[in-house]
């Protein structure tokens, strides 16, 4: 079984570009997160898809991220224009049931996308 | 609002000596509570998970973690060390009804020494 797939796994750009990762989650699986770690800092959630619907996005850090998910299969994330402390690693996890925590067992991650941005 | 703390950013072990890795929590409720491994070129994996129950938890790999309320801690132990385990480990909590979004610690990289 294909596990959660990130694209690219490298991305270095400059300040003022755009940059869009790519998602792809486990087949059947409803439920898609994305996570970020800023270098040396804790991973930290920003946003939950349920299919192509967004369950929750408060973990968005301003207007410049864009996450879509249409028709409920692969996630993309834009950065609009890109700044410095966008610079971190963006991990993407999927599960397949709208589950509680207390099933957290079931989610996947993928190995992450390293994004510079010079 | 919950939150992590990894003290240690950096460990070196010998291969074949114990580790302990400490995790301190902050929640309002009973915590639930993970490990997750990264290695490198990996995805996060993970280790093992506490919920309720018996405070001391077997996860993969032989590593094992104890939660104590008291001391709000949840560290992760595994007696003796292999190369293979050098990687990132992450404490994470999450919260009933809260899905899979996780709150995770700083992570800390083990490093083992032949």
């Known amino acids: 079984e294909a596990g959660v797939t990130q694209f690219p796994s490298h991305s270095v750009i400059e300040k003022g570009q755009t940059v869009t990762l790519r998602c792809d989650p486990i087949?059947?699986?409803?439920?898609l997160y994305w996570y970020r770690r800023v270098m040396g800092k804790e991973i930290k959630f920003l946003l939950h898809?349920?299919?192509?619907?967004?369950?929750?996005e408060s973990g968005m850090p301003n207007n410049r991220f864009l996450a879509e998910r249409t028709g409920g299969t692969y996630s993309t994330l834009k950065v609009q224009p890109a700044e410095l402390e966008d610079s971190g690693v963006y991990f993407c996890?999927?599960?397949?049931?709208?589950?509680?925590?207390?099933?957290?067992?079931?989610?996947?991650f993928g190995s992450g996308t390293q994004l510079s941005v010079l | 609002a919950q939150s992590v703390t990894q003290p240690d950013i950096h460990i070196t072990v010998s291969e074949g000596a114990s580790l302990e890795l400490r995790c301190n929590y902050s929640?309002?409720?009973?915590?639930?509570l993970f490990w997750y491994v990264q290695s490198p070129g990996q995805g996060l994996q993970l280790l093992l998970k506490?919920?309720?129950?018996d405070t001391l938890v077997q996860g993969i790999k032989g590593f094992e973690a104890e939660f104590k309320r008291s001391q709000s801690s949840f560290n992760l132990r595994k007696p003796s060390v292999h190369w293979s385990d050098a990687a990132e480990y992450f404490c994470?909590?999450?919260?009933w009804g809260g899905g899979n979004k996780l709150t995770f610690g700083t992570g800390t990289q083990l490093k083992v020494e032949l």
């Open positions: 898809f349920v299919k192509e619907s967004k369950q929750d």
């Open positions: 996890a999927s599960s397949q049931d709208q589950t509680t925590v207390a099933t957290n067992e079931k989610l996947f």
């Open positions: 929640y309002g409720a009973t915590p639930y």
């Open positions: 506490y919920f309720s129950g």
């Open positions: 087949s059947g699986h409803d439920n």
């Open positions: 994470a909590v999450g919260a």
